[in-house]
């Protein structure tokens, strides 16, 4: 049981630049920054962040997703970024991780996560772990969450920290063209349900993202005994419209395909993951109980769109063990062009601290009301 | 109210009588039944290959043996006694009585994901085949007892000749050890796969290292029905195979293919599962080296390899029972009595304005002179046209179609004539060939009406059906979009039945909306490559002498540099494949013309109706690979 | 199929093609879909007349020439707070709001930082004790009250909530005896925090204004005046602390309200006597962007019919209260917000009016009809 999860020490946008400044100053502080060094143009935020504030006490381990065809403007992107941020961070590794299998173009990412993390040698005096998710794929950051996480709560001393650059408006126009496969992501396959005692009956939690239309039915269209989809859609967000538009933009799906209740929408904040989790987690209790002893529940997962709700959903599946289905991109493309033509907003900025010594007494604090 | 065309047909397979009604028998009636060993199917492994849609998962959820059961034992309605006469005719039946007990297995992304663990192949193999014969196991118990119509107790595994050791290995004789025994190896098998950190090969759980083979261990089952015994053959339908890597296939294959498993098993599979090769459908091909078809295993191709008019004829029958099924859920529909698709989909011919005639009248005029042909010519080949259409039986000859096939013909006059440097002094010479007047000219003649004055050109159920490529899915997708907008008309107090123009504006933009939405692997590229195709396929189809009678919607690359391509790992042979793969292009190999072997890639049906393409088949552009590729992306 | 009628009737008044049905066939979707997942939620439509024969009526008043732009607007820029997005404000609002500044607090306190507070076990005794000192007063209906104290079951005590600003002597010595009750603490335990909690707010006006006599106004008056007061009879039992700190939050707040709101404030704290709080916070849960507001020239058209279909009887009604906000007519809603919004329980007054305004259409002004009902202040419906 993680309970301080679902209230977690938070920093938002510029609390994230002032807690690091505050937190890492410190000098006994030893960090190893795990991130993604793709295309994304957030990819170096944190990093330089960090290396500005701790200087050789923070270490990076970098993940490079071959995907086997980019695109070549985003492969030089990466290359460019890759060069910067061995730059930023003196004691930097580049792991390499294959997406696709060079034999029949299988996903293959989230094994490609546990030998680049089992190959990494951590320094000695570590004290902190800090996850950049910003420019990691869902099929690598989540894989890569767990086994930071696991590796974390093995050391009394070691904090993990999550962090997410986003931008919800930039997020739309990178797209990303499908793999052919719907699949778990390595290790959140969930339970084993279809073949249990009882009769299985699913959620599906499609988040909505735009342009995701096609992949999300696909993933439908693999999933049985289906009883009920609630799909997750960001309110609060900075656009108060953006969810009427993503039910707009799946009206077909939502009325005729999927069914779905308009009592089932699930609304989570674009700007703080714990909401998605507290979400998620409340409705897993409250379905377990409905479902006792007649049939097995199961929760599925498919995180699209906003990063910052995926990376919500995604505590929920570790902490309950839900399952997470996704297609895997083959290749992205980022159209630098504003189609809107408006001013881009600021990126925003999440910092979770998911785990550490910080959390020592959280039960101990009585939580319930004294009566 | 939903539209229940456009739910996808498998999401009907939870609510097992809302299945039955809409399901259509006949793919198990055209592949099965009809299959030239029928009854080898059972002993065989068999492999069965359909592209994405074709209705392999709906025929394999409609032969478990809790679906059969349901059908067996309500014999009151219609619907459910022509299944059962399918049933019947397929083998799973006899005399009413069921005969085999078929469980699905989905062969989801998990089993490949066991090939990438940190085992030795045959290691993982192993775990692979124990997870699939438990998964049996548990499903075939599910689907016995489902419906409640008998207890786990009431259910006796018959085990094969000799098969001792392995009946100690799968839990024994008694149903309730068998599953129980199912059930351990399934959690533990699992829990190796999808683990994170993959356990050493000495902390396997050991339910999950001990040998396990009820495919080998278990001959039949034996229940009660109707108070008497009943013996059962099991069959495991592994639905999805391709999702495994190539390697680990074979060796499941090799593994099912032993003789001595008296298990029935079949392997569906997807076409882009194959090498391009195969999706090609090379016919020289077999599965793997050392095992041969119809000596170790059978095929059974979810697209026939007969003539493709047979199978259109035989989509179109199935495609109008699926579709006259699905409308009775369509209440605004039903409640006006409609219950045949076919009575919405108006098929009158459309008409042009007198304008639009009078304008066409202007450009065959001017035809004629700038093609200097005499008035008496002129009025040969309108009696020809004249006399064409008295003999024919297609109703769409009127006054506006048969001004275009003048056109057509006169055209084709000029040019058969040009350059005879015959008599001086007649000025209308006998063409060397002499004209004829054919259906495909009239066919042409509807196309450019639709190019020069927007007639419709693609209505009816014929052609909704002709569009759908022998594919369900996209029949389903593309009769949904005529359904919404036959219920918008009976919102607004019409009647429902959709005019040809009405049709065309909906099949048009669905089309397009599909092929804006193709999400598989190289779709942008094959968008740029089909639209090129239709491009070229268009400018040779409107070209007013008609050069391809009906018109083009195919390009042709001479076979041999089609093979070239195909062993090559070019891209443009990965762009082929998906393509085909996922229902942009359909490819007919071997295809004899003009004294050469062509392999032609023909522009499927929603690229046709999007561009608005003949469906008739045969029209190709004579192509070089070097002119197919390298493709360009469309941004 | 019970919304046929209003479909097609939408279908005349905005006179879709009937060739080809492409236009009907994609709008009655997506009407559909909205008036199912959102619209018909508004708790003054009634069975019969929702969403779908409220925007055709709404619709028929205007010239056909204009449905189009009227029809556009409720498609791209109305922005429809239903009641699950209400519940998701009202369940992030603790979490994210209360429980952030209480560790800032408590950390203060123990002079350690606020991420600190549940290392040890005194911090996290801290938090608790905090947490049962905060009180939450709702400021109207729209607070949910009822919500936020499910959302909040086993962390805050129904004793440490009032539903409504009219407490009597009875409930200040209510609450005031079941805090010194509750676990770990002092006989003289009062709370030293107090959120004011409001649904939503365009200008700040309803909240805190000045009037043209000099005088103040609106909610926060009030409230302050109400704790004045209550100081004083209840005397010791008074369960506020003497220098508590004031948190105002509402669920919704424009971009324009909340500066307001801390300039108004400010000039409050300098000008009244009776400042009764030591500090204050302004916070909300959806803060509205800047651009929310129509504004020409991508909302002309829709501005247009605002001034052509405009019956200044909607001005006369509400003078006084206009004036005050220096507004000389109604055109863009209560203090010239010009907002698309709606929330499921009523429609803001600083809405365009064309979305809430009803009139009889006197003097030969042209008669508005509502697409959303909307009731005042004092309960009737305009």
Redesign the interface.
């Known amino acids: 049981m993680r309970r301080h999860w679902e209230n977690c020490v938070t920093h938002f946008d510029d609390g994230v630049d002032q807690f690091i400044d505050d937190f890492f100053s410190e000098s006994s502080r030893c960090c190893v920054l795990v991130a993604g060094a793709g295309f994304d143009p957030r990819a170096q935020r944190i990093a330089r962040k960090l290396s500005a504030t701790m200087g050789d006490r923070v270490h990076g381990l970098f993940i490079r997703e071959d995907r086997g065809d980019p695109a070549v403007a985003l492969q030089k992107l990466a290359d460019e970024n890759e060069a910067q941020l061995r730059s930023v961070i003196a004691d930097t590794t580049v792991a390499h991780v294959q997406i696709f299998s060079a034999d029949d173009r299988a996903p293959i990412g989230g094994h490609g996560v546990r030998s680049a993390v089992d190959g990494y040698k951590w320094p000695d005096d570590i004290t902190d772990v800090v996850l950049d998710m910003s420019a990691l794929s869902t099929g690598v950051g989540f894989p890569l969450a767990k086994l930071l996480l696991e590796f974390a709560e093995a050391r009394p001393k070691v904090s993990l920290h999550l962090m997410v650059v986003s931008n919800p408006e930039l997020d739309d126009r990178i797209v990303g063209e499908p793999s052919a496969q719907v699949q778990f992501v390595r290790g959140y396959s969930g339970p084993s349900g279809s073949y249990d005692e009882l009769p299985v009956a699913r959620i599906w939690l499609p988040q909505l993202g735009k342009g995701r239309v096609e992949t999300l039915r696909r993933i439908r269209s693999t999933l049985d005994s289906v009883y009920k989809v609630c799909p997750v859609v960001p309110f609060p967000a900075r656009n108060p419209r953006r969810a009427d538009e993503l039910l707009a933009e799946y009206q077909a799906q939502l009325l005729n395909e999927w069914e779905v209740d308009a009592r089932d929408l699930i609304y989570v904040s674009e700007r703080n993951p714990l909401d998605c989790y507290r979400t998620i987690s409340t409705l897993k209790k409250r379905y377990d109980r409905t479902v006792e002893d007649v049939f097995f529940p199961q929760i599925i997962l498919s995180p699209f769109g906003s990063k910052v709700i995926a990376v919500g959903a995604m505590m929920a599946a570790i902490e309950h063990d839900l399952s997470v289905q996704y297609v895997e991109t083959l290749r992205y493309e980022y159209d630098p062009v504003n189609p809107t033509g408006t001013p881009p907003l600021p990126d925003m900025a999440v910092h979770v601290w998911l785990h550490g010594p910080v959390y020592g007494s959280y039960d101990a604090g009585t939580q319930k009301v004294a009566s | 109210m939903t539209n229940p065309f456009l739910r996808r047909a498998t999401e009907y397979i939870r609510d097992d009588s809302a299945f039955l009604a809409i399901i259509s028998p006949e793919p198990l009636t055209a592949f099965v039944a009809k299959h030239k060993k029928r009854a080898l199917l059972f002993d065989h492994p068999v492999r069965v290959i359909g592209t994405p849609g074709s209705g392999k998962t709906m025929m394999a959820s409609l032969v478990e043996f809790r679906l059969l059961e349901s059908i067996l034992r309500d014999q009151s309605s219609e619907n459910n006694r022509s299944l059962a006469s399918v049933l019947a005719s397929c083998g799973f039946t006899e005399d009413e009585r069921p005969k085999v007990a078929a469980v699905r297995i989905p062969m989801e992304s998990e089993y490949r994901d066991f090939w990438e663990l940190p085992y030795e192949p045959a290691v993982k193999t192993k775990l692979v085949l124990a997870l699939i014969q438990a998964r049996t196991i548990l499903a075939l118990v599910r689907n016995l007892t489902a419906n409640r119509r008998r207890r786990l107790n009431e259910i006796k595994f018959i085990p094969r000749e000799g098969a001792g050791a392995q009946l100690e290995q799968i839990g024994g004789a008694n149903a309730e050890d068998v599953v129980a025994r199912a059930r351990s190896v399934e959690r533990a098998v699992y829990s190796v796969g999808a683990s994170l950190l993959p356990p050493s090969l000495d902390n396997i759980a050991e339910e999950a290292r001990e040998p396990y083979q009820p495919f080998e261990a278990i001959q039949e089952i034996e229940i009660d029905w109707g108070g008497s015994s009943c013996r059962l053959r099991p069959l495991t339908i592994l639905d999805d195979v391709h999702t495994l890597h190539p390697d680990q296939f074979e060796a499941l294959f090799r593994a099912l293919a032993r003789r001595e498993i008296r298990f029935a098993r079949w392997m569906m599979m997807r076409m882009d599962a194959l090498s391009p090769n195969a999706v090609f459908r090379s016919a020289d091909e077999d599965a793997l080296p050392g095992l041969k078809v119809e000596r170790d295993y059978l095929d059974i191709f979810m697209q026939t390899d007969s003539v493709r008019l047979d199978e259109r004829r035989q989509f179109r029958k199935m495609a109008a029972d699926m579709a006259d099924r699905y409308l009775r859920l369509v209440q605004p529909l039903r409640d006006r009595n409609y219950t045949r698709f076919k009575d919405l989909l108006g098929e009158e011919p459309p008409r042009l304005s007198a304008s639009q005639i009078a304008e066409l009248r202007t450009l065959i005029d001017r035809d004629q002179r700038k093609l200097q042909i005499g008035h008496e010519r002129r009025r040969k080949i309108q009696q020809a046209v004249e006399r064409y259409v008295k003999g024919a039986k297609s109703l769409d000859l009127g006054e506006e179609v048969q001004l275009v096939m003048t056109r057509v013909l006169l055209h084709r006059y000029a040019i058969r004539t040009s350059g005879q440097t015959g008599n001086l002094f007649a000025d209308d010479p006998e063409p060397r060939q002499p004209l004829k007047v054919k259906s495909t000219i009239a066919d042409a003649a509807r196309l450019m009406l639709n190019d020069l004055f927007k007639r419709p050109f693609h209505f009816g159920l014929d052609d909704l059906c002709d569009a759908s490529n022998e594919n369900a899915e996209v029949f389903l997708q593309l009769a949904g979009a005529l359904v919404e907008r036959m219920e918008t008309k009976a919102i607004r107090n019409q009647d429902p039945a959709l005019t040809p123009a009405q049709q065309q504006g909906a099949l048009r933009e669905k089309s397009g909306q599909m092929i804006d939405a193709w999400g598989f692997p190289f779709a942008r590229k094959v968008r740029a490559l089909i639209d090129r195709i239709a491009e070229d396929c268009r400018t040779v189809s409107t070209e007013p002498n008609a050069p391809l009678g009906a018109g083009a919607n195919a390009v042709a690359v001479l076979e041999t540099e089609m093979k070239d391509l195909l062993a090559s790992e070019s891209e443009l042979a990965l762009v082929l494949k998906f393509a085909i793969a996922y229902g942009a292009l359909v490819a007919i190999r071997d295809y004899g013309q003009g004294g050469k072997n062509w392999c032609l890639l023909e522009l499927s049906g929603p690229v046709c109706l999007a561009n608005g393409l003949t469906l008739n088949r045969g029209g190709f552009l004579e192509r070089t690979v070097s002119d197919l590729g390298p493709v360009e992306e469309k941004v | 199929?019970n919304d046929?009628m209003a479909?097609?009737l939408l279908?005349e008044v905005m006179g879709w093609p009937?060739?080809?049905?492409?236009v009907?066939?994609r709008e009655?979707?997506?009407l559909?879909?909205?008036s199912?997942?959102?619209y018909d939620g508004y708790s003054y439509f009634r069975a019969g007349v929702r969403f779908l024969e409220s925007l055709a009526t709404w619709l028929k008043q205007f010239d056909p020439a204009d449905r189009a732009a009227a029809y556009d607007f409720v498609k791209k820029?109305l922005?429809?707070?239903s009641l699950?997005?209400m519940?998701?404000?009202v369940?992030?609002f603790v979490?994210?709001v209360v429980?952030?500044h209480l560790?800032r607090t408590v950390a203060h306190q123990l002079g350690i930082?606020?991420?600190?507070v549940?290392?040890?076990?005194s911090?996290?005794?801290a938090?608790?004790r905090c947490l049962?000192k905060t009180l939450f007063v709702g400021m109207s209906d729209g607070s949910r009250i009822d919500m936020l104290r499910r959302a909040n079951a086993?962390?805050?005590?129904t004793e440490q909530v009032v539903p409504m600003m009219n407490v009597d002597k009875e409930k200040w010595l209510d609450l005031s005896k079941n805090l010194r009750q509750?676990?770990?603490m002092t006989p003289t335990e009062q709370f030293d925090c107090v959120y004011l909690i409001d649904d939503f707010t365009a200008s700040g006006t309803t909240f805190i204004r000045k009037n043209a006599d000099g005088e103040w106004k609106g909610k926060l008056k009030k409230f302050n005046d109400l704790i004045r007061d209550a100081r004083d009879s209840v005397g010791d039992g008074f369960p506020i602390a003497e220098n508590y700190e004031l948190h105002i939050h509402h669920y919704i707040s424009s971009a324009q309200a909340r500066s307001a709101l801390m300039k108004r404030l400010e000039i409050a704290k300098a000008e009244w006597s009776e400042w009764t709080c030591s500090d204050y916070t302004v916070t909300e849960?959806?803060?509205?962007?800047d651009?929310?507001p129509l504004a020409r020239p991508s909302d002309g058209a829709m501005l247009d019919l605002g001034d052509k279909y405009y019956d200044h009887e909607i001005f006369t009604r509400a003078e006084k209260h206009c004036r005050e906000a220096g507004q000389s007519d109604m055109k863009l809603g209560y203090a010239d917000c010009a907002l698309p919004i709606i929330l499921e329980h009523n429609t803001p007054n600083n809405s365009v009016p064309l979305l809430w305004a009803e009139t009889a259409g006197n003097g030969g002004a042209r008669a508005m009809r509502p697409l959303f009902y909307r009731r005042d202040r004092h309960g009737s419906l305009q």
């Open positions: 199929m046929r479909l097609s279908a009937e060739d080809d049905q492409a009907a066939t009655y979707a997506w559909r879909m909205m199912a997942v959102k820029r922005v429809y707070i699950s997005e519940q998701c404000l369940e992030t979490p994210e429980t952030p560790r930082k606020p991420y600190e549940w290392t040890d076990k911090g996290a005794d938090f608790t049962r086993g962390r805050i005590s509750a676990h770990g849960g959806l803060l509205l962007p651009t929310l």
